[in-house]
């Protein structure tokens, strides 16, 4: 069964830090990008970073530059996110998606999404 699994979601105060994990099973990491998505309680999806297959090129949503780093590492099949200096906006539920070679704004174009995992930033 190919699937994604989020790990490291829990409630931090601001100015935390927190590192989620995105591992991969049924399939490998290699030839996909991986975004990192984020949905807070009634707003919509956005698109927070994305790392491509090599490692060489990410990117990042203005919000969360400076802050979070975006990085993976093949060989345990897994992408993770650093997240700094954590602010209550960036609470949501945060997801991990993989696409073939290239990333993309667009959630949809997405092939394999995970459960997701609750991040909470509140003192």
């Known amino acids: 069964q190919l699937q994604l699994v989020e790990s490291g979601g829990d409630l931090v105060q601001p100015g935390g830090s927190l590192r989620l994990s995105c591992a991969a099973s049924?399939?490998?990491?290699?030839?996909?990008?991986i975004g990192w998505f984020r949905q807070a309680p009634g707003k919509e999806r956005e698109g927070v970073s994305c790392?491509?297959?090599?490692?060489?090129?990410?990117n990042y949503v203005d919000s969360v530059k400076g802050r979070f780093t975006i990085s993976r590492d093949n060989a345990k099949n897994t992408v993770y996110l650093q997240m700094n200096n954590l602010k209550p906006e960036d609470t949501a539920v945060y997801y991990c998606?993989?696409?073939?070679?290239?990333?993309?704004?667009?959630?949809?174009?997405?092939?394999?999404w995970g459960q997701g995992t609750q991040v909470t930033v509140s003192s």
């Open positions: 790392i491509r297959p090599s490692g060489g090129s990410t």
């Open positions: 049924g399939f490998t990491l290699n030839n996909y990008a």
């Open positions: 998606a993989a696409l073939r070679y290239y990333c993309s704004n667009l959630g949809r174009a997405y092939d394999y």
